[in-house]
């Protein structure tokens, strides 16, 4: 299958439509927790949308130039801790990402937020992906495309990996 490349218009519309997802379901959840980077933009609209608080688990698994991340996916670091503004989590969670590739970083953030916070939480946590991949391990809750043939993605925001702010002229 060919690449796929997004426009910001479209990756707002799946984040609308996997909010229509969720909302038709009917899941009843008190909290977001969305997995920077690539779920931040999820995270937030789905935080005023449902009007719930939002908190951010920072997880890199993607090292090197823009080549290498296409085929390399290394060593995770996770965040020392949650950004949030209320004082606890909780006890209904909504973890949300952009997508779920190898399905690795969100087996790995639910053990982590289960290891750390899972006292806070009364039922199993629920995922939402815009993306699905069938090269995934992990099976999201919600989802809006499954890709079979497992394109790569190339985002909107995808060209500011590649660049650097001095690359910019700016009018003074």
């Known amino acids: 299958m060919k690449d796929i490349y997004v426009t910001w218009e479209d990756y707002h519309k799946k984040i609308e439509q996997l909010a229509k997802k969720v909302h038709d379901d009917n899941l009843k959840f008190n909290q977001i927790i969305c997995i920077a980077k690539g779920g931040l933009r999820v995270g937030d609209i789905f935080s005023r949308l449902f009007n719930v608080p939002l908190a951010i688990l920072s997880v890199e698994s993607y090292h090197g130039d823009s080549d290498d991340i296409k085929n390399q996916q290394g060593q995770f670091t996770f965040s020392r801790d949650l950004a949030k503004t209320t004082p606890n989590l909780g006890s209904h969670v909504l973890l949300v990402d952009d997508l779920a590739d190898s399905g690795k970083t969100l087996i790995k953030s639910i053990k982590w937020l289960e290891h750390f916070y899972g006292f806070y939480f009364d039922e199993k946590i629920k995922t939402a992906v815009l993306w699905h991949k069938s090269t995934s391990k992990f099976k999201p809750d919600y989802s809006v495309d499954y890709l079979k043939d497992s394109p790569w993605i190339h985002m909107p925001f995808e060209k500011y990996e590649t660049t650097n702010i001095?690359?910019?002229?700016?009018?003074?």
């Open 166 to 172: 001095k690359d910019y002229k700016f009018e003074k």
